[in-house]
């Protein structure tokens, strides 16, 4: 049974850096993907980031490009998105999702559709 568990989310002030983290159990991944989405209060939850696990393959939404770096540790079967001058706008629940398909379209990496496993999220609420 898969599971990913986030961590690393809480209440920061505006300007600050944030990092996440997000742990894989229950099997191993060597291809596919780790994706960040986020889901902020009333609003529908939307792609930030994802990385293969095997390649240099990194994907950004344009709304965050320059201020999100994804990175993977594969030997601890984890991702990390750090965040950097966190905004209030990125108030938002944080989930992480994996697939272990790798997709030679990567649009596939940027919808929700594309994986099979979630993450319960983790809170990040930025303070003005």
């Known amino acids: 049974q898969v599971q990913l568990v986030e961590s690393g989310g809480g209440l920061v002030q505006a300007g600050v850096s944030l990092t996440l983290s997000c742990a894989a159990s229950?099997?191993?991944?060597?291809?596919?993907?780790m994706g960040w989405f986020r889901q902020a209060p009333g609003k529908e939850r939307e792609f930030v980031a994802a990385i293969r696990w095997s390649g240099s393959g990194t994907y950004y939404a344009d709304s965050v490009k320059g201020r999100l770096t994804i990175s993977r540790d594969n030997a601890k079967n984890t991702v990390y998105l750090q965040i950097d001058s966190l905004k209030p706008e990125d108030t938002a629940v944080y989930y992480c999702?994996?697939?272990?398909?790798?997709?030679?379209?990567?649009?596939?990496?940027?919808?929700?559709?594309?994986?099979?496993?979630w993450g319960q999220g983790t809170q990040v609420t930025v303070s003005s």
């Open positions: 999702a994996a697939t272990a398909t790798y997709y030679l379209s990567t649009y596939r990496y940027y919808r929700e559709s594309g994986y099979d496993y």
């Open positions: 229950g099997r191993t991944f060597s291809a596919g993907a």
